[in-house]
């Protein structure tokens, strides 16, 4: 549970085909619809491993960087949800190929799992796989919308998901490759 008290239950913050909502989404729509809230879910997870992650850190700087890893991963699941809210999913409506990109895209979201028995070294290549596929996702994402408001989403995304990756890979070199 984040701890500003919410659930991380993934839900629509605009229910698809609602009178509500003012259109129909298209079946390509309904797909990205479904991808970003499993990017939501995803930065739920993420929210998690940093905070178990920080729990067992031996190393103060080191816990300290995850729990702030996960509250910027918090301030993600926000974005996230405040884009599907102002209707991100319609700027995907011209999207050319738009099934293989959304195969290209659900990749990116495979899960990479932890075993209960995992080592700090075996976390941080987790954690550092995981932020790379997020932001190859958001890239990708960012490429293909038309709105620059959600564009610029997308891209802001992108970039944190790559300073995280560079920080955590930063760390594996200091602890597991001090020589090199």
Not at 44 to 68: G, H, N, W
């Amino acid at each position: 549970m984040f701890p500003d008290g919410d659930i991380p239950i993934i839900t629509l913050l605009a229910p698809a085909d609602s009178p509500d909502t003012g259109f129909n989404m298209t079946e390509i729509q309904k797909s990205f619809e479904r991808l970003i809230n499993l990017a939501i879910q995803r930065e739920v997870e993420a929210y998690e491993f940093y905070m178990k992650a920080a729990e067992q850190a031996e190393l103060t700087s080191s816990a300290e960087l995850l729990r702030e890893l996960a509250r910027q991963e918090e301030g993600h699941k926000r974005k996230l949800e405040r884009a599907l809210s102002e209707g991100v999913v319609t700027t995907f409506g011209d999207v050319s190929n738009a099934e293989e990109a959304i195969t290209v895209l659900d990749r990116y979201l495979v899960d990479v799992p932890l075993r209960p028995d995992s080592s700090p070294q075996d976390i941080l290549v987790v954690a550092i796989k995981r932020e790379q596929n997020a932001q190859a996702f958001y890239q990708r994402l960012a490429e293909m919308v038309s709105h620059p408001g959600h564009k610029a989403v997308f891209e802001t995304l992108a970039h944190e998901e790559q300073t995280h990756k560079e920080r955590l890979e930063r760390i594996y070199d200091d602890i597991f490759q001090p020589d090199l």
